[in-house]
Nanobody
Framework: QVQLVESGGGLVQAGDSLRLSCAAS????????MGWFRQAPGKEREFVAS????????YYADSVKGRFTISRDNAKNTVYLQMNSLKPEDAAAYYC?????????????????WGQGTQVTVSS
């Protein structure tokens, strides 16, 4: 099992940027893919981005492509989500997730450990 702790959420205005961080412990970090998901009130949790074990492959939801960047630092056991040009529809609780394998995917069932979430609020 992996323990994940997210940070970096907050209240910003539309067009601003935020960087989320997720610190992992409990399993060799470089052995598995990492992902970010989000859930807005009244909506189902949705995929945002994922990154393979080495950082060489990334996937993005169409809604964030070109605005968000996922990255990882295996030496620091940390994955990041740089969010630029934020929109009100990006407001949600953002969850970090650890993959079951080293492959990055956009499928929720391919991730088996989850953080507690960090809230992102975007005012228009």
């Amino acid at each position: 099992q992996v323990q994940l702790v997210e940070s970096g959420g907050g209240l910003v205005q539309a067009g601003d940027s935020l960087r989320l961080s997720c610190a992992a412990s409990g399993r060799a970090f470089s052995n598995y893919a990492m992902g970010w998901f989000r859930q807005a009130p009244g909506k189902e949790r949705e995929f945002v981005a994922s990154i393979s074990w080495s950082g060489g492959l990334t996937y993005y939801a169409d809604s964030v492509k070109g605005r968000f960047t996922i990255s990882r630092d295996n030496a620091k056991n940390t994955v990041y989500l740089q969010m630029n040009s934020l929109k009100p529809e990006d407001a949600a609780a953002y969850y970090c997730a650890a993959g079951r394998t080293f492959r990055a995917t956009n499928r929720e069932h391919d991730f088996d450990s989850w953080g507690q979430g960090t809230q992102v609020t975007v005012s228009s």
